[in-house]
């Protein structure tokens, strides 16, 4: 009954600015692990940032120093500030929530929100 709902793309010119944002609703039980995803046309689904339930974060050395995650749990919304945006970073960007896999608890993914860098 988890939904994840992702927001805030669009089309921006290079070394524009955008801010994605990701809401969710439904029944949670504790502050889960998140994490931004992107896939572009002919490449896999690869790994942009995460942030820890602790408020860790780490990113891909392609987005280092230009893209930040946070959240909000009192929101209960994780946001992704994208910065000095290149052409390469255009791509369906999603957000995911991450279950303990030792709990049995299973992952929930939005639908995603298309972001697109382009002159």
């Known amino acids: 009954q988890v939904q994840l709902v992702e927001s805030g793309g669009g089309l921006v010119q290079p070394g524009g600015s955008l801010r994605l944002s990701c809401a969710a609703s439904g029944i949670i039980f504790r502050i889960y692990d998140m994490g931004w995803y992107r896939q572009a046309p002919g490449k896999q689904r690869e790994l942009v940032a995460t942030?820890?339930?602790?408020?860790?974060?780490n990113y891909a050395n392609s987005v280092k120093g230009r893209f930040t995650i946070s959240r909000d749990s009192a929101k209960r919304s994780v946001y992704l500030q994208m910065n000095s945006l290149k052409p390469e970073d255009t791509a369906v960007y999603y957000c995911?929530?991450?279950?303990?896999?030792?709990?049995?608890?299973?992952?929930?993914w939005g639908q995603g929100t298309h972001v697109t860098v382009s002159s």
């Open positions: 942030i820890t339930s602790g408020g860790n974060t």
């Open positions: 995911k929530m991450s279950g303990g896999v030792l709990l049995g608890e299973r992952d929930y």
